[in-house]
């Protein structure tokens, strides 16, 4: 096996594929080298100085990583991140061999991992990480993931059989996971929800995160105030929060893939409601989830005192999407108020309607689930992750 080979076919192929506009192209690479070496990261050759770090949870891990990767990045560590946020075990080989040197050897000291959830027992399998945080578990894609009673299970038999060497972090506000640490027989450390001192978290739901990265710096023995200056200069990731100027009109993305996302932004919202218009975008294609119904898992009387507080006209307020008419029955049985014009699937159509309405000094809280985020990135800046 030449891994050195394998890096450079890494490389081209992510290039053609990016050239051609066929896709993100982390993903293919990983796929083809598991196909014929499907041990390959149990073997020594990803053995980093400093170790490996996975993340994984239902919210918060694509944050919680780049949280955690610039913290070290900023203490002097050269990292190896999955920063397209392909999260399942073939993106996470293609992450690792782009991170080969000419020799076969990690070039990074340490490795920071988003990992879905679903997937983690198959990554651990396959990795021993110095660090494994375990952020939350809520309803998500449930055609495809059931019940959080399912992913649990799995991570109970993968907790039963890991190393001692890694030391296990969990948010110690969720009843759920608390039986996480009578099953792992390792160090397990925890994070709360309480807010830092001397750190200035915009979202209330990130100070978990932010936490979350401060314990595990803390396991690498950093300074908390180079750290806590650090984070007060972060750059969310793509996605969330994210601010984009499409046609003269400002947009702002707040995520919302899944009940408790959704209900974080909402939140969030209400409290700095620093917009006038608003647009839903809601697909099932397959990163998604076929199953929508959770949109109905997101409490009607937070929906009514958004919707009331945030005070929006019913003709601005666009929503789209494969899935725009469910996302529109549940808003209406909510109490917006919607135009029935500015509903239309195609996203293309919509933002060009949002365009020709010249809405007087528009400003755009977006609210879109995993697929429609890169549709909505794709059209207005041309690349759908980086």
């Known amino acids: 096996m030449n891994l050195f080979f394998l890096k450079t076919f890494t490389q081209i192929t992510i290039k053609i594929i990016k050239l051609f506009k066929l896709g993100n192209g982390y993903t293919f690479p990983g796929y083809f080298i598991l196909k014929f070496f499907p041990n390959i990261l149990s073997s020594k050759t990803f053995n980093y100085k400093k170790g490996i770090i996975l993340i994984s949870g239902t919210n918060g891990k694509t944050t919680t990583s780049k949280l955690v990767t610039d913290i070290l990045k900023g203490n002097g560590f050269k990292v190896a991140h999955n920063a397209s946020g392909s999260n399942l075990l ?76 890694t030391t296990l972090v969990l948010d110690a506000t969720q009843p759920v996971l608390s039986i996480l640490k009578d099953i792992f027989k390792g160090t397990t450390e925890s994070f709360n929800s309480f807010a830092p001192h001397g750190i200035h978290v915009k979202e209330a739901f990130n100070i978990k995160n932010v936490n979350a990265s401060l314990k595990v710096c803390s396991l690498y023995k950093l300074n908390l105030e180079n750290c806590k200056n650090i984070i007060n200069n972060f750059q969310y990731a793509y996605g969330r929060g994210e601010q984009i100027v499409y046609k003269d009109i400002p947009f702002t993305i707040y995520l919302a893939k899944n009940p408790a996302s959704f209900t974080n932004n909402l939140e969030t919202l209400i409290d700095t409601p620093t917009f006038n218009s608003l647009l839903f975008i809601l697909n099932d294609n397959i990163p998604d989830g076929r199953d929508v119904s959770w949109i109905y898992d997101v409490d009607t009387d937070l929906l009514k005192t958004f919707y009331n507080k945030v005070g929006v006209s019913s003709e601005n307020i666009f929503i789209s999407g494969t899935r725009c008419y469910d996302l529109a029955s549940r808003l209406s049985y909510a109490g917006f108020e919607i135009s029935k014009d500015n509903v239309n699937k195609d996203l293309k159509k919509t933002l060009n309607l949002i365009e020709s309405k010249k809405l007087k000094n528009s400003s755009f809280a977006v609210l879109p689930n995993y697929s429609a985020m890169l549709a909505f990135r794709k059209l207005t800046l041309g690349r759908s992750i980086l």
């Open 90 to 165: 073939r993106g996470i080989v293609t992450c690792l061999f782009l991170d080969l040197n000419f020799f076969g050897k990690p070039s990074s000291d340490i490795a920071v991992l988003e990992v879905d959830e679903f997937a983690l027992p198959q990554v651990l399998d396959n990795l021993t990480p110095k660090v494994l945080v375990l952020l939350n578990l809520s309803r998500d894609q449930l055609d495809r993931y059931g019940e959080t009673d399912t992913i649990l299970s799995r991570w109970i038999n993968s907790l039963q059989n890991l190393s001692t060497k």
